[in-house]
């Protein structure tokens, strides 16, 4: 199994403040044949699913605002928010879909200062 | 726009089997990845597995093969089963379209395991 570790386990951001997520896989999970990091970021607030705002390691889905961004390739990867807002507090996956068993970061909770 | 109605017993007691169901509407079955992610209360996600029309069933081998995933393209619709439940199968139950990531998830599903 791919394991995935995400840093830190939680941080307290300023308002307005950018906002850095670790992740790392325990092997690449760039693939070869079409050049592609298969590395997805979610967000999760209380009591809902999580929603998807980066895959392919870097493209944003659609309706997410553009201070969310994701980097990396291979085996270390990034999200960025630019400039938190109150409604970014919630906890934040990481997820590999290079093999299965799919698996996920153990999550980073970010929280307002 | 899809979306994803799921539903199912919510408390089971020890050695019985779970068994959820998520309806499809916005999709076709046909046509995607399905795949069910549990989450156990103030913890992180686990995915349980994967089917797809006339495609392999991938299962996690953390299961130890307690776990039936299905589709029923007549009604739209796909299910889980995991037999055998303990206290540790006691989780929030979500469903999900696999279109490589997961894009749409059903709104979950607690099942808790008690006697």
């Known amino acids: 199994d791919i394991v995935m570790t995400q840093s830190p386990d939680s941080l307290a951001v300023s308002l307005g403040e950018r906002a850095t997520i670790n992740c790392k896989s325990s092997?690449?999970?760039?693939?070869?044949?079409?050049?592609?990091?298969?590395l997805a970021w979610y967000q999760q607030k209380p009591r809902q699913p999580p929603k998807v705002l980066i895959y392919?390691?870097?493209t944003r889905e659609s309706g997410v605002p553009d201070r969310f961004s994701g980097g990396g390739s291979g085996t270390d990867f990034t999200l960025t928010i630019s400039s938190l807002q109150a409604e970014d507090a919630a906890v934040y996956y990481c997820?590999?879909?290079?093999?299965?068993?799919?698996?996920f970061g153990q999550g980073t909770k970010v929280e307002i200062k | 726009q899809v979306q994803l109605q799921q539903w199912g017993a919510g408390l089971l007691k020890p050695s019985e089997t779970l068994s959820l169901t998520c309806a499809v509407s916005?999709?076709?079955?046909?046509?995607?990845?399905w795949s069910w992610i549990r989450q156990p209360p103030g913890k992180g996600l686990e995915w349980l597995g994967e089917?797809?029309?006339?495609?392999?069933?991938t299962y996690n081998p953390s299961l130890m093969g307690r776990v039936i995933m299905s589709l029923d393209t007549s009604k739209n619709h796909f299910s889980l089963e995991l037999m055998s439940v303990t206290a540790a199968d006691t989780a929030v139950y979500y469903c999900?379209?696999?279109?490589?990531?997961?894009?749409?998830w059903g709104r979950g599903t607690l099942v808790t395991v008690s006697s």
């Open positions: 997820q590999q879909y290079y093999s299965a068993p799919r698996t």
């Open positions: 092997q690449s999970v760039l693939h070869s044949s079409n050049n592609k990091n298969y």
């Open positions: 916005g999709a076709s079955l046909s046509d995607d990845y």
């Open positions: 392919w390691a870097s």
């Open positions: 999900a379209r696999e279109v490589d990531h997961f894009d749409s």
């Open positions: 089917t797809i029309l006339g495609g392999t069933t």
